[in-house]
């Protein structure tokens, strides 16, 4: 049988890091099969928010990177969808392959399904019920224009039959006949697989004179939060109060969206506490190997982040979320985590409901593990 060419199209961090699964799997079990070509939109840049990714994950650099790099939504999108055409049209692959909900995935779910190439989407179905955000908008429009819709969770199953996806749809799948599916998520078949590396290779919580369990690990990266500087000022005081009421560290990998506004945004006097502190440690963005170090081995996860709500779950820790909702509704159902929004009460309430809370459940949300190969093996089945 001759191989099948699926196009993978990443931009973002957490694509990069997603993407790697599927990779793995056509490596090890499909390679007869498929022939994986990677597209990087360019969407992130820095090294430390794209190269490092490819270095330590063994993962090779993509045939194309658009280079688009940042840019208001819609020169962004509109930039990644003209450059991504051009490539379908030399490229001519079977499928297209996009993950989660940024800019680089709506450009690319669009570049493919209007010159009828069929979109496998995965993280399909994950609703915030909140289209001020823009990845709202992404992950609607995106898993509209779908073929293979793959949800991590039965919740995100559940929205697409709400939104008019029928469960019972048979083959041939196409834009108008689409299949959507419920398997598990890939991040956790990555979360799996590098656990053991990223403690074994990582130096980072010596790095950073980090004891495991007393530390707090805290991202912030969502645009609500950075751009307003009302939210902003609330989250950093609300964490500022919690390290020094309970004198426990902050480690905050420091997304480059953040580093740039927080000086601009911040009162200078709470920038100027923050930066002195002898309990924050405020760092570039980590790789990924050391940023499963620091889950596994922080007290507890404060952030905004989609990705790290569920991996601090993955790795059995409490999370605060900084939202005002969130898509992974599963965490907060179960008591791992809980959503305290910008409002400093709720999050210092939310730091001493876990302190003393005991047995904490996380029950199993994200699969076996192979959700990956089940992805890989549907879409050979839709394209043969
Ligand atoms: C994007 C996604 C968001 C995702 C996040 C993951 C959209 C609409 N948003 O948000 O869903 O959670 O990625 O991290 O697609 N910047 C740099 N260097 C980089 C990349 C960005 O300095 O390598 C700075 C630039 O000032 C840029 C800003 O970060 O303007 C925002 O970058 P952008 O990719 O537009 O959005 P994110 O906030 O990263
Ligand atoms: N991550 C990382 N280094 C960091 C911060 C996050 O490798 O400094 C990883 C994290 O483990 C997760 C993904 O990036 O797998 C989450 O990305 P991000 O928070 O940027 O975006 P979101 O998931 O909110 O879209």
């Known amino acids: 049988m001759s191989q099948l060419k699926i196009l993978t199209i990443i931009g973002a961090r957490p694509q990069i890091i997603k993407s790697v699964a599927l990779s793995r799997a056509i ?8 022939k994986e070509l990677v597209v990087h939109t360019g969407q992130h840049y820095d090294d430390n928010m794209s190269d490092v990714f490819f270095t330590e994950l063994e993962i090779s650099k993509p045939k194309y990177n658009l280079n688009v790099g940042s840019g208001g939504h819609g020169k962004q999108t509109a930039m990644m969808i003209d450059a991504i055409e051009e490539i379908l049209f030399i490229e001519n692959p079977n499928c297209v392959v996009v993950y989660g909900d940024t800019n680089s995935t709506l450009a690319g779910a669009l570049a493919a399904s209007k010159i009828h190439i069929p979109v496998i989407h995965i993280e399909a179905g994950l609703r915030s019920y909140n289209k001020s955000m823009p990845e709202e908008i992404n992950r609607i429009m995106c898993d509209h224009v779908s073929t293979l819709l793959f949800s991590p969770t039965k919740a995100g199953f559940n929205n697409l039959i709400k939104e008019g996806f029928k469960e019972n749809n048979k083959p041939p799948y196409s834009i108008d006949n689409p299949k959507v599916f419920h ?38 990266h969502r645009n609500n939060n950075t751009d307003d500087a009302v939210r902003l000022n609330t989250l950093f ?12 560290k902050v480690v905050i990998p420091l997304h480059p969206r ?41 007290q507890l996860i404060i952030t905004d982040s989609g990705g790290v709500q569920k991996e601090a779950f993955i790795f059995k820790k409490p999370c605060i979320i900084l939202r005002p909702e969130t898509e992974w509704i599963e965490l907060v ?14 999050i ?13 459940m996380f029950p199993n949300t994200f699969g076996d593990g192979k959700a990956s190969e089940f992805i890989c093996s549907e879409i050979i089945k839709l394209i043969n």
Not at 259 to 286: G, H, M, W
């Open 27 to 34: 490596r090890n079990k499909f390679s007869d099969q498929l």
């Open 183 to 220: 398997c598990g998520d890939v991040m956790f078949d990555n979360s799996i697989h590098f656990s053991l590396i990223a403690e074994e290779t990582t130096t980072i919580l010596k790095d950073n004179s980090l004891e495991a369990d007393k530390y707090i690990l805290a991202t912030i």
């Open 237 to 248: 005081n609300a964490i500022n109060k919690i390290a020094k009421k309970n004198e426990i």
């Open 258 to 298: 953040t580093a740039k506004l927080l000086p601009q945004n911040l009162s200078s006097s709470l920038y100027t506490e923050i930066k002195t502190s002898k309990y924050f440690r405020i760092i570039d963005p980590v790789s990924f190997l050391e940023m499963i170090a620091l889950e596994k081995n922080a």
């Open 333 to 346: 159902e179960s008591g791992a985590a809980i959503i305290a929004d910008a409002d400093e009460q709720n």
């Open 348 to 360: 210092i309430n939310a730091y001493n409901t876990f302190l003393t809370k005991k047995d904490i």
